[in-house]
């Protein structure tokens, strides 16, 4: 996929921005070429057995448009076709464009907007077939991808949203500061009885769906000189005892004296995660945390590890919800808080 966003198991398509587009007869040629007028960044391929042309697309554009019987298409994809997460969309269509069908990766490959958007130009109708669009259901790999959520477990993916349209809801698990969830998901007080666990934490030998969510933030308090060695134990250890999953944590933070912190930059450098750093009155300013002795004759700041994680986690209305207490080592201090996430529809 050229312009798809990868989430750990889900690609999110943006829009498409590179499409290809094939036909076969001399009306067919004609209409390919009002479509590549129309939309930018279209090739048109004509050159070639329709096969090799296709095979040629897969490699180059988002986003393949074919002016043919779905039959011929259909038996040209057959090899080339590995995994809806990566493959590009199709679409097949009449040489009239009466009939415009989003044949393959409608949803994350974004072939059900791609047939909309080529209806448009030709006048004619869309033909979408995924479950989720004809029954009015949460489209659930869009959805997921929309609000930056990892799957933690791909496997599962079709058997929830398979789920999902035949029994018209999902039991659904989710952590405290996660709210608005779709219509058709129905919370559960335990992970047990959920088809689908939206959380940060492991949630050890479970069936269903596992989503997690990248709200987590670490606050880091260190003396001068930790390596980045003590930074990893340090997150390994609080994760591991706390049973968070790594990949719920989206960002670092500190007190800006440490903003040259050898370690911790290498650390984040590391783990390809931001980190921001805070002043002194910034975190002296969030209230219900800890003092710490050492770090107010050292810096001058109550606390690090905790204000510092609290105020990444927070919004320019909220501050973010501390989610583990610091936890102390030699050299290093690291404390957990939570983003709190509106899910988008």
């Not at 799957?151 to 809801?169: D, H, M, Q, Y």
């Not at 129905?186 to 959380?199: M, P, R």
């Not at 706390?242 to 944590?249: F, G, L, M, P, T």
């Not at 105020?311 to 808080?337: E, I, P, Q």
Request: proline share 2%; hydrophobic share 45%.
């Amino acid at each position: 996929m050229l312009n798809g966003c990868m989430i750990t198991g889900v690609v999110y398509f943006k829009g498409i921005m590179k499409t290809g587009v094939i036909a076969l007869t001399k009306s067919g040629n004609i209409l390919a070429g009002k479509i590549a007028q129309a939309m930018k960044e279209c090739i048109v391929f004509d050159k070639g057995k329709v096969a090799d042309r296709i095979k040629t697309a897969w490699k180059q554009v988002d986003g393949i448009i074919c002016i043919m019987a779905a039959g011929i298409v259909v038996r040209s994809l057959v090899p080339l076709c590995r995994d809806k997460r990566f493959d590009p969309c199709v679409v097949v269509l009449d040489e009239k464009g009466q009939f415009i069908i989003s044949l393959l990766s409608g949803h994350l490959g974004g072939g059900n907007a791609l047939a909309q958007r080529i209806a448009g130009i030709t006048g004619g109708t869309a033909v979408i077939t995924t479950s989720s669009d004809v029954t009015g259901h949460t489209a659930l790999d869009l959805w997921i991808a929309k609000n930056n959520l990892t799957t933690a477990n791909p496997e599962k993916l079709t058997w929830a949203s398979a789920r999902l349209i035949n029994e018209g809801l999902l039991a659904c698990y989710c952590d405290d500061h996660l709210t608005g969830l779709p219509w058709d998901f129905v919370l559960v007080e335990k992970i047990k009885d959920a088809d689908v666990c939206i959380s940060s934490l492991d949630p050890g030998k479970y069936d269903g769906l596992w989503l997690i969510p990248g709200n987590l933030f670490v606050g880091f308090g260190c003396n001068r000189g930790t390596t980045i060695a003590e930074f990893e134990q340090a997150m390994d250890e609080i994760c591991r005892a706390h049973h968070i999953d790594s990949q719920a944590v989206k960002g670092l933070a500190s007190i800006d004296v440490k903003n040259d912190e050898e370690g911790l930059l290498d650390f984040a450098d590391k783990k390809q995660l931001p980190i921001r750093f805070f002043s002194k009155d910034e975190l002296n300013s969030v209230v219900g945390i800890r003092t710490s002795k050492a770090a107010l004759k050292a810096t001058g700041a109550r606390g690090v590890a905790e204000p510092a994680a609290i105020l990444a986690a927070g919004s320019d209305s909220d501050h973010g919800t501390l989610y583990v207490r610091k936890m102390k080592w030699k050299n290093v201090t690291a404390a957990v808080a939570a983003k709190k996430i509106l899910f988008k529809e």
